[in-house]
């Protein structure tokens, strides 16, 4: 076993003491353990899971789910080389643990430490930054054509891929590319009948069909053997019996579907028996051509509550505190965003039956279980599909339905050329929530929603609109769905605030002001409103500055603009999006349009790069959208008094 990270404290780690990680600076001693320590290091594995949630928030039972696939996929192969890629990355807590990231782990989701998700600027046995689910495949038929081309064939490939993210469109896009290359790779399919909620669709229903499979239950193997014992003959009698009786296999050994497709399918097997998991990908390797190994696990397996509530326990807050006792949670400070959409949906829907909604396997993260179950019919889950999602409710539409489709910004680029196609250029009346529209925290770069303000506003006929406070979210749905053009909803995972005066009406293009200055004003679009009336009190005595609440970045409101220009020293747009097309380039826009001074116009948006996780507040701050960053832009864009 090799030697501790040099210089690392390996007697106090905050999670606890796993001496067996502690001594793997990467994961090439696995391969030398007993099957005694594999299980120990699992349990080690398991107990650093469980001290993590007591510090904070992080995917739990999906990692619970894979330690024992992990550390069979690291014992089979030497993934310094090798190509591994988790699909989604939610679950590679377990690799991190396993390749030298043991001392570093404590650190994970928070600002400056590990990400929660694979980091190549981490470790070599990470090979892409992703959180988005379905891409693994596709990237490993990738990476596969590559070391065929470039001459390193001995290097292998591996794609595990979660039994949620698998029905995604772009799997089988890969997958259909795959069986006809023919080149060797490995599809782990991790089956734990879970995606975030229970999987849903009929590829759901086949790999239930599958776990059903004799195979599993360990009586395919004599029947196969049984029908090898079946005499062949020469005549055409025997062809019709032979093609029955590879029908017969096929039928048994299951599969079909990937095997059709030039995948060969082997399984279903446990996955939380090491050794039968390395005999079964040692085996998989030596089959020739794409393979698809289907794995059964338990989402939360070695925790009892989480193997029992493995909805609650994927992403739970800390339940733990630092004694081991449970801890229940306390609501605190105001409701989020989400819930306000919720309750609007669900309003919306009880006042008008051709409203639908669909979440694309977000339905706990979009709080939508009680619409879900007040209006079954009229609730879609269409598993991780996207783009699906959109051109659904593009259908739907077209039938004078008013359909509100649900997906979180980040998510909802996967959709672009059908909101681009099926919505904006049809002049659908689409409704589009974009929940978790601004900086996500802990979940990072992948997770983000910040180019929805220039993903979206660039689409003819298309409304983009934000609340600035919890009352408006009602009334923007109400006109949304009022309003005979497609229209979208971005609001942050983030409380909303309460404002103590009546929203003006919503009017389509019309923003509201929130307070008078005569020295300028700060127009912020969305939630930042919180931020930009707590900068305006923060001048007080110094600058007498102006709020306005824009509502609307697409149409921008051009009379407020030519206000705010005209009659003020100053105008700061404040948004939690990115700089580059987004609401304060729309704003300059209007002012070059109309002639104005633009000098004037200071942007506080997200810079052009990539932000890092971290904690909501912390990452406003440090990129200057907190409070106090607005009010030194409004001190800094005073003119000097000459
Ligand atoms: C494109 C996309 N849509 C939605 C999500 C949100 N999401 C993250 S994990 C997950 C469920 C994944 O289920 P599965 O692949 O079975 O993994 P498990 O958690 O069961 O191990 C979902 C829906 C995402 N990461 N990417
Ligand atoms: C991995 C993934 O994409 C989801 O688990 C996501 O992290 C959920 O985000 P929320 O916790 O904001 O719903
Ligand atoms: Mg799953």
Redesign the pocket.
């Known amino acids: 076993m090799k030697s501790t990270s040099p210089g690392k404290d390996t007697h106090h780690h905050p999670l606890g003491q796993h001496p067996l990680l502690a001594g793997l600076t990467d994961a090439m001693p696995l391969r030398t353990f007993t099957p005694e320590q594999l299980e120990s290091v699992g349990a080690e594995i398991r107990d650093v899971l469980c001290n993590l949630l007591a510090t904070r928030t992080a ?1 739990f ?3 619970l ?2 330690v024992e696939l992990c550390l069979a996929l690291h014992c089979e192969f030497d993934f310094r080389t090798d190509r591994l890629i988790w ?5 590679v807590y377990p690799h991190k643990l396993v390749t030298g990231r043991y001392h570093d782990f404590p650190s994970i989701r928070t600002a400056g430490g590990l990400m929660g998700y694979p980091n190549p600027h981490e470790s070599v046995y990470d090979l892409f930054m992703t ?4 891409c693994s495949v596709s990237t490993a038929v990738g990476l596969r054509s590559g070391d065929v081309i470039g001459g390193q064939k001995n290097r292998r490939t591996v794609a595990v ?6 029905p ?1 469109g772009i799997v089988f896009e890969a997958m259909n590319n795959a069986g006809e290359l023919g080149d060797d790779l490995t599809i782990v399919l ?8 229970p ?1 849903v669709g009929s590829v759901a229903n086949y790999l239930d069909r599958l776990r059903s499979n004799p195979f599993y239950t360990g009586l395919k193997s004599e029947v196969v053997k049984l029908l090898d014992r079946v005499p062949m003959f020469g005549d055409p009698a025997e062809r019709l019996l032979a093609q029955m009786k590879e029908g017969v296999k096929a039928g048994l050994l299951g599969g079909m579907l990937f095997e059709e497709l030039g995948i060969r399918y082997v399984g279903p097997i446990d996955g939380h028996d090491i050794a039968l998991v390395r005999k079964y990908l040692l085996m998989a390797r030596e089959i020739s051509g794409p393979v698809l190994l289907h794995v059964v ?1 338990e ?1 939360g397996h070695g925790y009892k509550p989480a193997a029992e509530d ?1 909805v609650y326990f ?1 992403t739970p807050p800390a339940f733990k505190d630092s004694a081991g006792n449970l801890v229940t949670q306390k609501s605190d400070g105001l409701p989020p965003y989400t819930l306000h959409a919720r309750d609007a949906v669900r309003k919306a829907m009880a006042a008008d039956p051709r409203v639908t909604i669909t979440t ?3 339905c706990q ?1 979009n709080k939508l279980e009680p619409v879900r179950e007040k209006f079954p019919d009229r609730f879609f889950d269409v ?2 599909c ?1 783009s699906h999602a959109v051109a659904f409710a593009a259908g739907q539409c077209k039938t004078g339905l008013r359909p509100i489709v649900d ?2 910004s ?2 909802l680029q ?1 959709s672009y050329d059908q909101i681009f196609q099926e919505v904006a250029l049809q002049d659908l009346p689409v409704t589009f929530l974009l929940d978790r529209a601004g900086l996500t925290g802990p979940d990072g770069p ?2 983000h929603g910040l180019f929805d303000i220039g993903y979206m506003r660039v689409f003819p006929n298309m409304v983009c609109m934000a609340p600035g406070y919890a009352a408006e979210f009602e009334l923007m749905l109400q006109a949304s769905l009022g309003h005979d053009h497609p229209c979208s909803i971005r609001y942050p995972k983030a409380s909303a605030i309460q404002l103590n005066h009546d929203p003006a009406p919503i009017e389509i293009g019309k923003s509201e002001v929130i307070r008078q200055g005569t020295d300028g004003t700060i127009v912020a679009f969305g939630a930042m409103l919180e931020q930009a009336i707590a900068a305006a009190e923060l001048l007080e005595g110094d600058l007498d500055v102006g709020v306005v609440n824009a509502r609307f970045v697409k149409p921008i409101d051009e009379a407020m603009v030519r206000e705010t220009v005209v009659s003020g020293r100053f105008v700061i747009t404040v948004e939690e999006g990115a700089r580059m097309g987004g609401f304060g380039s729309a704003f300059i826009e209007s002012a070059v349009e109309q002639r104005l001074d633009t000098r004037s116009i200071r942007v506080c948006a997200l810079p052009d790069r990539f932000i890092d996780h971290g904690d909501r507040s912390e990452l406003l701050h440090e990129h200057g959208l907190s409070p106090e960053a607005i009010a030194q832009a409004c001190r800094d864009s005073v003119p000097a008094k000459v």
């Open positions: 995917h039972a999906s990692n789910g894979v699909d989604t990355g939610h679950q959180g988005h689910a379905g891929i979660g039994d949620g993210a698998f995604s991790n089956d734990n009948k879970m995606s975030i909620c999987r696990t989402k493995p994927h694309a396997a977000m993260g598993g991780i996207e997906i979180y980040t998510f996967r992948t997770h």
